[in-house]
């Protein structure tokens, strides 16, 4: 069955250090997202992707973070300047294109536990 | 705003019948999710419902939806400890580009 992949499962960086987490999406796949869960909390939206352009994004989505699909298949979440509060488990999902498919539910990778000191 | 309800915590024995509760509040809402996260891995998609559907069966589970009330169950049949882990439902946010709302999770332990 085809799957989303992310790299690193984990990551320890300090504080004010940028870092890049990855994510390969399913390759038939044009809607990509990513989600955060901090520990002990709900599952949040961060940002949409389509089209090589942001969809949405939440309030959480600060000039600080930033997405880039730099080639054909990967899919980029890059935080400039780290704080602690930005350690959590970060997902990476992808979803078919159709208004049909799109209800058939999207395909989260294991996700990248990012642990900021 | 969205927001969707669930409560912590289930305990159940091998071989019982789960129901994990959820509660969401928008009434628009078209699809409706339940996901499962087992320790240290990401969110598996077990199943999802269209909201003109009142109920839908996959094998062991089954997802009943009550649009009035806007109250989601799952059911799951013989439970069996692999069953254990944190359940999530979730609602596609209307007019969104696909963003889900994520309750924050029941996990459900299956005791021999």
């Known amino acids: 069955e085809p799957e989303v992949t992310q790299t690193p499962s984990h990551q320890v960086t300090q504080m004010g250090q940028e870092v890049i987490l990855r994510c390969v999406p399913i390759?038939?796949?044009?809607?990509f997202y990513w989600y955060r869960q901090i520990l002990g909390q709900k599952v949040e939206f961060l940002v949409s992707?389509?089209?090589?352009?942001?969809?949405?994004k939440s309030e959480i989505f600060d000039d600080q973070f930033s997405v880039e699909r730099p080639d054909g298949s990967n899919f980029t979440l890059k935080i400039r300047s780290t704080k602690l509060e930005d350690s959590a488990m970060y997902f990476c999902a992808s979803s078919e294109i159709s208004e049909t498919t799109l209800g058939y539910g999207y395909t989260f990778g294991s996700g990248t536990r990012l642990t900021v000191v | 705003g969205e927001d969707v309800e669930q409560s912590l915590f289930l305990s159940v024995r091998e071989g019982d019948s789960s129901v994990i509760n959820c509660t969401y509040t928008d009434s628009s809402s078209t699809y409706l999710y339940w996901y499962k996260q087992e320790p240290g891995a990401g969110l598996q998609l077990l199943t999802y419902i269209f909201s003109n559907m009142d109920m839908k069966q996959d094998q062991r589970l089954t997802v009943l939806l009550n649009k009035k009330d806007k109250h989601l169950s799952l059911r799951i049949a013989d439970t069996q400890t692999g069953d254990s882990a944190i359940y999530f439902c979730?609602?596609?946010?209307?007019?969104?580009?696909?963003?889900?709302?994520f309750g924050a999770g029941t996990q459900v332990v299956v005791t021999p």
């Open positions: 992707f389509y089209n090589n352009e942001i969809s949405e």
């Open positions: 390759s038939n796949h044009l809607y």
């Open positions: 979730a609602e596609r946010v209307p007019d969104s580009w696909g963003k889900l709302q």
